[in-house]
């Protein structure tokens, strides 16, 4: 049996980027990797969590998959991922990352 | 450094339990562990997803805490596991799982 896919991260909407990311860094255990003014990216021990604007960025989950080719057309991100999105059968907007 | 606080499972809002579990399973290489008409559980190589319909069960992120009875009194589960739930600045239901 191959492994089970993984979430390689959450992005949930926030209001304020900067008062989230206080209160996340202080409630929990967990590294700040990136912060501007429109999101957030905070590293866990098992994933890594976006705290977004919502008009900036959408609210979704992103999981690697090794044939994301199959769901569309991927686009080459700054960071050097590459990925595409769905949504599920509730709307929910779904990323499919390429796992390499 | 103590290890970073990992996230136990992400609950998010579905219309309907069976076809959104379908389109996950056909989706993602995944295995349902539980199901019924209001919620499923999906469980990935390195997190657990639930969908949850809203009416029923909150959608929330579960983060477990080696301190979670600071964030309040923790209610035992059928399954053995004991939390409670907070919300971030933004409103975000936010459950706090003990690490036991």
């Not at 993984?6 to 996340?24: G, L, T």
């Not at 604007?53 to 991927?74: D, M, R, W």
């Amino acid at each position: 049996m191959p492994p089970l896919d993984s979430i390689d991260h959450i992005a949930i909407p926030v209001e304020d980027v900067a008062s989230a990311v206080d209160w996340y860094k202080s409630t929990f255990h967990c590294e700040v990797t990136y912060q501007d003014a429109t999101w957030a990216f905070l590293k866990f021990g098992n994933i890594q969590l976006a705290l977004v604007i919502p008009s900036q960025h959408p609210a979704h989950i992103a999981f690697t998959n090794p044939h994301a080719e199959k769901f569309g057309a991927l686009k080459l991100h700054r960071d050097g991922t590459r990925s595409c999105y769905v949504t599920d059968p509730a709307g929910n907007s779904v990323e499919i990352m390429a796992a390499d």
